[in-house]
Nanobody
């Protein structure tokens, strides 16, 4: 099992940048991981997924070219670098982890498979103002 704790959320003006982190209580090298977000009054949605090794991440169309997901297995930490932020990026951001059985699926597919992720953090608020 792994416990996940997000940090780094906050308020930023449109066009700005923010990096959120997700620290795991144990080793993450065997997990594929993801960031999801829940905008106010809306359903939670996939933002980015990253495989266990050095494979290629996947991104939601709404964040492609602006967000970068990365992982540091040595520090057991997942990151999401968010640039050129827009007000519509305002949401609670959650990190999630899935074991290898799930990780054989394409990362693009996992963007819409919240149910496949077994471990979740409590979320961190990101607010983008105009």
């Amino acid at each position: 099992q792994v416990q996940l704790v997000e940090s780094g959320g906050g308020s930023v003006q449109a066009g700005g940048s923010l990096r959120v982190s997700c620290a795991a209580s144990g080793y993450i090298y065997g997990y594929c991981m993801a960031w999801f977000r829940q905008p106010p009054g809306k359903e939670r949605e996939g933002v980015a997924t990253i495989p266990t090794g050095n494979g290629i991440p996947a991104y939601a169309d709404s964040v492609k070219g602006r967000f970068t997901i990365s992982r540091d297995n040595g520090k057991n930490t997942l990151y999401l670098q968010m640039n050129s932020l827009k007000p519509e990026d305002t949401a609670i951001y959650f990190c999630a982890a899935a074991t290898w059985r799930v990780c054989i699926s394409p990362m693009e597919v996992l963007l819409s498979r919240q149910d496949a992720f077994e471990y979740w953090g409590q979320g961190t608020q990101v607010t983008v103002s105009t």
